[in-house]
């Protein structure tokens, strides 16, 4: 049975993966549609937009589809934009409406669909009660044009809505003095859609603009961690009861770290030769845009094929990434995330995206075979002996000498949960006594600090 959406102040906003999901993204932007359509606008252009929330491009990439299936022509923002901006876009592009996107001033669990009109601004309440009432109970009742069809038909256009805004911003304030100042300016837009505003409304003179937390993640070879999304995709393929021999499969690849179980389990039940690249396509449909695996482990495996990630085209850094296997720090992140949620609730990312094939008792079988990869050190070293730890560590050798070191876990404290992920990289060699030690020390601090308050 459909979920009922209820609008709010400028629209609809929910848990991802409880009832965020995109169905439910597709369902609102059918009655949008179809509301737009009642007022006489089939023949204009929409704005859609979004912000930097977890897997909003391809929240906002749905709504498009919606959109062009219905027959409207729409602009479809590049990358993160912010509100302001999306509503400015409307007026320059002449177009009757738009979708943004965003939750707003809401946690990181939640999304949002916010409306706005051909004057960029709120719809009235009259009017989304109007949308509201036009929303389907069922997405078979949603028309959808697949974005790459829509791309190549003309009907979605990709564009960037900053050049206009930033043009109509300078009718408004002088902003060369400011560029002229000389001024040192310190920007931290906390990962936020403020990104890369400020270098462009006052850098590019005198002044100079320095952001922080804004570039790709570091790209690092994953090594053994990467069979957590290997895990990821056998579970979203199999049953609860699967056969005896997959789960014994898993078990050996997960808790015993071993590399011919993980080629083996992706054979038995992913594809015989391409395992690999639909486990990184299960990552990519997450948002994990920087997490692949290009072959198996095996030594002479081919190379399926070379991707080119935001975190591995960095030119100011890199660790010398494998090209069969790598991830972020924050991509592994946001996976074990994502298992934690589902474990603990059958709720999250996974149900927003894979709907019920990855179910939660599943999800709490993920975590008992990493909480049985026993290592005694790096993440575990920093915590009691008697906190679970879910984790899966790597580390890359070559001729005997080790430059990548990574363990990426769920901590159980009695302080609360948490997730850390670390690695270490040096260009020429890691001494194993010294990095596990730093790792365990890491580990201990992040421990202490979740923990201040425990006796």
């Given at each position: 049975m459909s979920?009922?959406?209820?609008?709010?102040?400028?629209?609809?906003?929910?848990?991802?993966?409880?009832?965020?999901?995109?169905?439910?993204?597709r369902?609102?932007?059918?009655?949008?549609?179809?509301?737009?359509?009642?007022?006489?606008?089939?023949?204009?252009?929409?704005?859609?937009?979004?912000?930097?929330?977890?897997?909003a491009?391809?929240?906002?990439a749905?709504?498009?589809?919606?959109?062009?299936?219905n027959?409207?022509?729409?602009?479809?923002?590049?990358?993160?934009?912010?509100?302001?901006?999306?509503?400015?876009?409307v007026?320059?592009?002449?177009?009757?409406?738009?979708?943004?996107?965003?939750?707003?001033?809401?946690?990181?669990?939640?999304?949002?669909?916010?409306?706005r009109?051909?004057?960029?601004g709120?719809?009235?309440?009259?009017?989304?009660?109007?949308?509201?009432s036009?929303i389907?109970?069922?997405?078979?009742?949603?028309?959808?044009?697949?974005?790459?069809?829509?791309?190549?038909?003309?009907?979605?256009?990709?564009?960037?809505?900053?050049?206009?805004?930033i043009?109509?911003?300078?009718?408004?304030?002088?902003?060369q003095?400011?560029?002229?100042?000389?001024?040192?300016?310190?920007?931290?837009?906390?990962?936020?859609?403020?990104?890369?505003?400020?270098?462009k409304?006052?850098?590019?003179g005198?002044?100079?603009?320095?952001?922080?937390?804004?570039?790709?993640?570091v790209?690092?070879?994953?090594?053994s961690?990467?069979?957590?999304?290997?895990?990821?995709?056998?579970?979203?393929?199999?049953?609860?009861?699967?056969d005896?021999?997959?789960?014994?499969?898993?078990?050996?690849?997960?808790?015993?770290?071993?590399?011919?179980?993980?080629?083996?389990?992706?054979?038995?039940?992913?594809?015989?030769?391409?395992?690999?690249?639909?486990?990184?396509?299960?990552m990519?449909?997450?948002?994990?845009e920087?997490?692949?695996?290009?072959?198996?482990?095996?030594?002479?495996?081919?190379?399926l094929?070379?991707y080119?990630?935001?975190?591995?085209?960095r030119?100011?850094?890199?660790?010398?990434?494998?090209?069969y296997?790598?991830?972020?720090?924050?991509?592994?992140?946001?996976?074990?995330?994502?298992?934690?949620?589902?474990?603990?609730?059958?709720q999250?990312?996974?149900?927003?995206?894979?709907?019920?094939?990855?179910?939660q008792?599943e999800?709490?079988?993920?975590?008992?075979?990493?909480?049985?990869?026993?290592?005694?050190t790096?993440?575990?070293?920093?915590?009691?002996?008697?906190?679970?730890?879910?984790?899966k560590?790597?580390?890359?050798?070559?001729?005997?000498?080790?430059?990548?070191?990574?363990?990426?876990?769920?901590?159980?404290?009695?302080?609360?949960?948490?997730?850390l992920v670390i690695?270490?990289?040096?260009?020429?060699?890691?001494?194993?006594?010294?990095?596990?030690?730093?790792?365990?020390?890491l580990s201990?601090a992040?421990?202490?600090?979740?923990?201040?308050?425990?006796?």
């Amino acid at each position: 049975m459909s979920q009922q959406i209820k609008f709010g102040t400028d629209g609809w906003r929910g848990h991802v993966g409880e009832n965020y999901t995109f169905a439910n993204v597709r369902r609102c932007t059918q009655g949008f549609a179809s509301y737009l359509a009642e007022q006489g606008f089939q023949d204009r252009w929409v704005i859609v937009g979004h912000d930097r929330r977890y897997q909003a491009e391809q929240f906002a990439a749905a709504a498009a589809e919606v959109l062009a299936g219905n027959g409207f022509k729409v602009y479809l923002t590049a990358g993160p934009t912010p509100t302001p901006v999306i509503s400015y876009a409307v007026v320059d592009k002449k177009a009757a409406a738009a979708i943004n996107i965003t939750a707003s001033h809401n946690p990181y669990t939640d999304n949002g669909f916010k409306v706005r009109d051909e004057n960029g601004g709120a719809i009235d309440p009259e009017g989304l009660i109007r949308i509201e009432s036009n929303i389907p109970e069922s997405e078979d009742e949603v028309k959808r044009t697949p974005l790459k069809d829509a791309i190549d038909a003309g009907a979605i256009v990709m564009f960037d809505a900053a050049p206009a805004y930033i043009t109509h911003i300078e009718t408004l304030i002088d902003l060369q003095p400011i560029k002229d100042a000389g001024l040192r300016v310190m920007v931290d837009p906390m990962w936020g859609n403020g990104a890369g505003w400020f270098p462009k409304l006052i850098g590019g003179g005198a002044t100079e603009v320095f952001e922080i937390s804004t570039n790709p993640d570091v790209a690092f070879t994953t090594a053994s961690i990467a069979k957590i999304p290997i895990m990821t995709s056998i579970f979203r393929r199999i049953n609860e009861d699967e056969d005896a021999e997959t789960i014994n499969l898993l078990q050996n690849m997960i808790i015993k770290s071993g590399n011919d179980p993980a080629d083996w389990v992706m054979e038995r039940v992913i594809h015989p030769s391409q395992a690999p690249l639909e486990v990184t396509d299960d990552m990519q449909a997450l948002g994990l845009e920087n997490t692949f695996l290009a072959g198996e482990f095996w030594f002479g495996a081919p190379l399926l094929k070379v991707y080119q990630t935001p975190a591995n085209q960095r030119e100011d850094i890199s660790t010398d990434p494998d090209i069969y296997n790598q991830s972020t720090p924050s991509d592994l992140g946001m996976l074990l995330e994502d298992i934690y949620l589902c474990a603990d609730n059958g709720q999250g990312t996974f149900k927003a995206v894979f709907s019920d094939e990855i179910t939660q008792t599943e999800c709490q079988m993920m975590l008992n075979y990493l909480s049985q990869n026993k290592l005694g050190t790096l993440l575990e070293r920093g915590v009691p002996d008697v906190t679970e730890v879910a984790h899966k560590h790597g580390w890359v050798t070559y001729n005997g000498i080790m430059q990548t070191l990574g363990d990426a876990g769920i901590i159980f404290s009695p302080g609360g949960d948490y997730v850390l992920v670390i690695f270490l990289y040096h260009p020429q060699q890691l001494i194993w006594d010294n990095a596990s030690f730093l790792v365990g020390q890491l580990s201990e601090a992040i421990y202490n600090f979740y923990n201040q308050n425990i006796p």
